[in-house]
């Protein structure tokens, strides 16, 4: 099944403690994004890749850091969490023909 | 500036009661309009990209159309399980990196 996996689902932690949230793809799609979505401002992009070793900042990219060592996977690493990133997470991948395909999400909770 | 505008935010039907959801974009150069179905605390869905204006898709009880400045997306015969946040996004054409602008949705209720 094509898919996009994002881990964990779910996650509280507390104020400076550096974390990273895994995604993956099955569809050996060029592009990957993270986006952020926040109540009364929508869906945001934090960074995107357009393929291995290919990065670039989105709108929102402060605090954030990504990395992109093969195809399928494009993990999103906070290093200092603050609470202003306490958000709910989505990873979306798509072909050169620009569709996304969003993955489920995760909740983050930055005490 | 690129930007995306939903409307109504919030629209309740009854079941049987068709409707329409408006997206209102300005753009420097389409690439695609998206729409996409988003249920409480889950990844969006996607239903349909449109390209040039006077295009037309349909899927079930929905239809998406667009113009050069809006996209509607057209509910026939609603039922209960139509009920989502409906999300409408745009892609420029000189974005790098496939970058979606998002409008921030319309939550439709459906009653029976």
């Known amino acids: 099944e094509a898919q996009v996996t994002q881990n964990p689902r779910y996650l509280i932690t507390v104020t400076g403690k550096k974390l990273t949230v895994t995604c993956s793809q099955n569809m050996n799609h060029e592009y990957m994004s993270w986006y952020?979505?926040?109540?009364?401002?929508?869906?945001?992009?934090?960074?995107?890749?357009?393929?291995?070793?290919?990065?670039?900042?989105?709108?929102?990219?402060?605090?954030?850091?990504?990395?992109?060592?093969?195809?399928?996977?494009?993990?999103?690493?906070?290093?200092?969490?603050?609470?202003?990133?306490?958000?709910?997470?989505?990873?979306?991948?798509s072909s050169s023909a620009d569709t996304q395909y969003f993955g489920p999400g995760t909740r983050l909770t930055v005490l | 500036e690129d930007q995306v505008t939903q409307s109504p935010e919030a629209l309740r039907l009854q079941e049987g009661e068709s409707s329409s959801l408006n997206c209102s974009y300005t753009v420097s150069g389409l690439r695609g309009l998206f729409w996409y179905r988003q249920d409480p605390g889950k990844g969006p869905e996607f239903l349909f990209t449109l390209y040039s204006a006077g295009e037309e898709k349909e899927k079930e009880r929905l239809k998406a159309t667009l113009t050069k400045k809006e996209s509607f997306l057209h509910i026939t015969a609603p039922k209960p399980e139509d009920s989502a946040t409906y999300l409408c996004a745009v892609q420029a054409r000189d974005q790098a990196g496939t970058a979606l602008i998002f409008g921030k949705g319309t939550t439709l209720s459906v009653s029976s």
């Open chain 1, 36 to 93: 952020r979505q926040d109540p009364g401002l929508g869906l945001r992009q934090i960074y995107y890749s357009m393929n291995v070793e290919v990065t670039d900042k989105g709108d929102v990219p402060e605090g954030y850091k990504v990395s992109r060592k093969e195809k399928r996977n494009f993990p999103l690493i906070l290093e200092s969490p603050s609470p202003n990133q306490t958000s709910l997470y989505f990873c979306a991948s």
